[in-house]
Structure formats: structure tokens, C-alpha cells
């Protein structure tokens, strides 16, 4: 247990030393949501409620996902797929301890200091200047934070079963290429998935890409419960998908270069 | 620059011939980048369907200003993708700009046309493709002026954002790291001007009507497109001033390039 805390800060720092990455990060989120913001201040100037939502729960919708860009779409995307192809990933396996752990509490530690550098600066200042519905009682704000982090943990949770994919092809991001389109619209980053049509919207709400976006904003508008038990259950889900992809990619792990 | 264009189109051809050895990787590329224009526009269609209008637009012909928006990036980026922070820093840190100086060719054409990344061909054409679609869901009857707008539009936010790509490359050449916060012009300015302009407060209208100045080059032509008023201060008349601004500025872009290798200095590996 103690290792892998370590890892988690570990993680931590190395991700807060990117500063001028950050200071860029935090910009073009800002200003995607100012513009995001218009749009929606635009589009429900004559109207009060379009698909269940009002302006603020649209508002609220656009600084999640402004917060929450760089944990889901993570800069450090590849660097597992690259590990993998290159043939360092053999170290993660020949340390001590569960690799899936090593490389969830690593991650972890990388995508809590965004929370914390980003998501949480970028909320607050929006919800001092705009009508935001958020938590108004702390218990809210905990069960926010925790769909947070839930969504954080999904996120690595995808991004390496996306990064598995090199253990079979080296063309794994080709095949990303194809995909990446259709998850950038299911998992509500165009658009909020409440805006999509019935049959599709229903689909959408089965699937893993809820918890990355949709679920934190429901948290925060007041569904909390519903959302956080489909976070968590994807979390589980997808706690026995990767490891027996793990188990699976480790048997057959082939090696390039001496 | 311009005597040695037989040169660049053989460099930029030769790099087109090197991705398409792997034609599967090329169509791959091709077909996603037009995947997420199609997307995108979906999305955002469902969207604006919900509500019927936004700032008194219609669906459709909004999403004509994300086709023009789109199809400008797109041309602007397969010129000038090697232009960008991470792919300039690349160039500054391997060395491999020292050598590009000592060539007999100029520099800015060895870089442009040094990668052509067919990605950027696939956000051009699905840009053009969503032109034509909305243009005829909004009813525009085409007509060689009508055209002529839609061209000038795409030409001139092009120009506009390769000469932001002009000057952020200017500026990694001083700082070799180079910052992200670029995107923020070249994705966001495209995404701000997607929308009709009167949606926006008057701050953020000025500086992309006026200073980066995409919103004037997208919205006031694509008002001619559709035959619409402008709202008060940007009449349509203001489309013949997108051309000659948008010249005015990617050769502001071109001095920041020009003082970016006065300033360089390599970085001795």
C-alpha cells in the first residue's frame, strides 16, 4: 500500500512541474468556455428549459468539461502504448507488487494534480461569476469531488485498454483514429448527450463513456445518486476488463530488440 | 522564395509519397480527420435542431460558418502544420534547423513544405462537403458572386491563421519550447467563429473582428452567402476589407518569423 502511494505522489509532482503547460492548459480552457458559454447564453435566451436542461445546468455542463478535458484526454494519452511498443513495459512487469495497481495509483497521482491544478481553479472561477449549479452543501461538494475522481480513475481505466492495443498491433493508434470521432461525441465533449435523440441517448447511458464527462455534471445539477453508482460500477467493470486484458497481453508479450 | 517553387513541391510530393507507402495509414488519416468534422457538425446539429435559432440563425446556416471555419483551418494546416509549437521546437532542439539554414532554399518554404500531414487534406474537403450540404439546407441559391464569397472567406481565415502559425513559430525559435497556448487561436478561433458573431459580448467581438481578425473573415462573407444583414457596425461592404487585412496580418506573422531566426540561435547539438 505504501508503494503505491508513493507512485500516486510520485505521479502528483511530476504532473504539477509542468507549469507553462499548465498556464496554456488553463488558458485554452478558459477560453473554450467563455465561447462554450455564449453559445449556451445565446441559444437559451428564449427559452427556459430545452431536453430537461435549463441555461444553468448547461453552464454547469460547459466548466465540467472545460475542468475536466485534460484528465479524460490525458497529454500523457500514448506514453503507454509507446512503453508497450518500445519494450520498457517489461520493467512494469518484472516489479514487485500488482502492475495494474502501479500504473492505476502513477496515473492517478498525474490526473489528481490536474483536479487539483485545474479542474477545481477553473470551476471555482466560474462559479463565482456565472449562475452555476453546484453542491450548495458540503456533503454535495464531497459527493462532486468523488465523482471527480471517479471519472479520473475511469479515465485511466479506458486509456489503457486503448493503450493494450499495441500489445497486438503496432498500428494501435491508427485504430484509435477511427474510433476517437465517435467517442468524442458519445461521451457528451461536442455536445451534452440530453440533447441527443431518445434511442441514441439511451444507448449512450449504458455505455463506459458516461462517468469521463456526463456523470460528474449530473452530480453536480443533483442526481448525484444514480450518476455515482453508474461511476462506480464502470469502475468495477473495467477493474476486471484490464486485468484480464493484463493477464491476457502478458502471455503473449513479445519483445522487440535486444 | 518563389524561383525555387518547382523545389518545394518536389520536397512537399516527395513527403506525400512517403506517407502513401502505407496507404492504409493515409486513408486512416484522411478518413478520421473528416470523421471529426462530420461529428462535430452532428453534434452540433442535434443541438441547434433542439432549439431551432441561435442570435436568429437557423441551424443550417450556422453550420455553413463551421464548414467555412473548418475547411480554412484545414487549408491553412496542410501548409502550416510543421509550424506548430511541438513540431518547431523538434526542429530547434535535433539541430535540424541548422541545417535547413545552411540550404540554398528559404527556410520558411523548407519547413512548410518539408511534411504535408494528409489529415489536414480530410478537414479541408469535409470543411467543403459541409459547406455545400448546409449552404443547401439553408437554401442558398449559388451564384458566381455567392461562390466568390465563400472562397474569399476560406482564403483570407486561411491566410489569418497561418499567419498566427507564422508568428507562434517566430516565437519558438526564441523560447525553443514553445507553448500550447497557440491552439488556443488556431483551434478556438476557428470554433469562436463558427457561430454568428452577434452571439458574443463586445469584447471578445472586437479582438476576433479586429485584431486576429478570423471572425471578420469568416462571418461578414458568409453574410453575402446567405444573403443576411449584418447586425449594426458590420456590414456586408466589410468583406472586401477581409482581404487585404488578412494580408496585412500573416505579413505581421511573417516579420515575427523573420525576427524569430534573427534571434536564433540553435541550440548546439
Same mark, same amino acid.
Given at each position: 500500500m505504501r508503494a503505491y502511494l508513493a507512485l500516486l505522489r510520485a505521479g502528483f509532482q511530476r504532473q504539477t512541474s509542468y507549469r507553462l503547460a499548465l498556464a496554456a492548459g488553463l488558458l485554452t480552457n478558459a477560453f473554450f468556455g467563455v465561447v462554450r458559454t455564449a453559445v449556451f447564453y445565446a441559444l437559451y435566451r428564449e427559452r427556459d428549459q430545452v431536453a430537461g436542461l435549463d441555461v444553468a445546468d448547461a453552464l454547469t455542463y460547459v466548466w465540467v468539461l472545460e475542468g475536466l478535458f485534460a484528465v479524460v484526454? +490525458? /497529454?500523457? !494519452?500514448w506514453e503507454l502504448a509507446e512503453a508497450i511498443r518500445s519494450g520498457e513495459f517489461v520493467a512494469e512487469l518484472l516489479r514487485p507488487g500488482d502492475p495494474y495497481l502501479r500504473l492505476l495509483a502513477f496515473d492517478l497521482g498525474r490526473t489528481l494534480s490536474v483536479l487539483v491544478t485545474r479542474t477545481v481553479p477553473t470551476l471555482t472561477v466560474a462559479a463565482l461569476l456565472l449562475p452555476l449549479r453546484l453542491p450548495a452543501t458540503l456533503g454535495g461538494l464531497a459527493l462532486l469531488g468523488a465523482s471527480l475522481v471517479l471519472a479520473a480513475v475511469v479515465s485511466f481505466q479506458l486509456r489503457f485498454l486503448f493503450g493494450s492495443a499495441a500489445f497486438w498491433t503496432p498500428d494501435y493508434r491508427s485504430l484509435f483514429m477511427l474510433v476517437f470521432p465517435v467517442l468524442w461525441l458519445l461521451s457528451g !465533449?461536442?455536445?451534452?448527450? &440530453?440533447? !441527443?435523440p431518445g434511442p441514441l441517448r439511451a444507448l449512450v447511458d449504458w455505455s463506459?463513456?458516461?462517468?469521463?464527462?456526463m456523470a460528474p455534471v449530473r452530480v453536480a445539477t443533483g442526481a448525484a445518486g444514480p450518476a455515482l453508482a453508474t461511476q462506480v460500477a464502470w469502475v468495477a467493470l473495467l477493474w476486471l476488463g484490464g486485468r484480464a486484458v493484463l493477464a491476457l497481453a502478458s502471455r503473449r508479450l513479445v519483445v522487440h530488440g535486444g | 522564395m518563389a524561383e525555387h517553387a518547382g523545389v518545394y513541391l518536389r520536397l512537399a510530393a516527395a513527403s506525400v509519397r512517403a506517407t502513401a507507402r502505407r496507404p492504409a495509414y493515409l486513408v486512416v488519416r484522411f478518413l478520421s480527420a473528416g470523421m471529426i468534422v462530420g461529428i462535430e457538425v452532428a453534434g452540433v446539429v442535434l443541438m441547434l435542431d433542439r432549439f431551432g435559432s441561435i442570435g436568429g440563425w437557423r441551424p443550417a446556416e450556422v453550420v455553413v460558418l463551421f464548414g467555412l471555419a473548418f475547411t480554412a483551418q484545414g487549408l491553412a494546416l496542410v501548409f $502550416? &502544420?510543421?509550424?506548430e509549437a511541438d513540431k518547431v521546437s523538434e526542429l530547434v532542439r535535433r539541430g535540424t534547423f541548422d541545417q535547413v539554414l545552411t540550404r540554398p532554399t528559404s527556410p520558411l518554404g523548407w519547413v512548410v513544405a518539408s511534411y504535408v500531414d494528409t489529415r489536414f487534406v480530410g478537414r479541408m474537403l469535409a470543411g467543403a462537403v459541409t459547406v455545400a450540404w448546409a449552404a443547401d439546407r439553408a437554401g442558398v441559391a449559388w451564384t458566381p458572386g455567392r461562390a466568390g464569397l465563400a472562397a474569399l472567406a476560406v482564403a483570407c481565415a486561411a491566410t489569418i491563421i497561418f499567419g498566427v502559425l507564422l508568428a507562434a513559430a517566430g516565437f519558438t525559435f526564441v523560447t525553443?519550447? $514553445?507553448?500550447? +497556448?497557440v491552439n488556443v487561436l488556431i483551434y478556438g478561433g476557428q470554433y469562436l467563429a463558427s457561430?454568428?458573431?452577434?452571439?458574443? $459580448?463586445s469584447a471578445l467581438r472586437f479582438v476576433f473582428v479586429w485584431v486576429i481578425p478570423i471572425g471578420l473573415a469568416i462571418y461578414v462573407p458568409a453574410l453575402g452567402v446567405l444573403g443576411r444583414q449584418g447586425p449594426a457596425?458590420? /456590414? $456586408?461592404?466589410?468583406a472586401w476589407l477581409s482581404a487585404p487585412v488578412a494580408g496585412a496580418f500573416a505579413a505581421l506573422g511573417g516579420l515575427a518569423w523573420r525576427a524569430g531566426i534573427r534571434h536564433y540561435v540553435g541550440t548546439g547539438s
Open positions: 484526454w +490525458a /497529454p500523457w !494519452f !465533449f461536442v455536445v451534452p448527450v &440530453d440533447f !441527443f463506459p463513456l458516461i462517468p469521463l464527462l | $502550416g &502544420d510543421t509550424l525553443v519550447q $514553445g507553448s500550447e +497556448a457561430y454568428p458573431m452577434q452571439i458574443y $459580448g457596425g458590420l /456590414p $456586408g461592404w466589410l
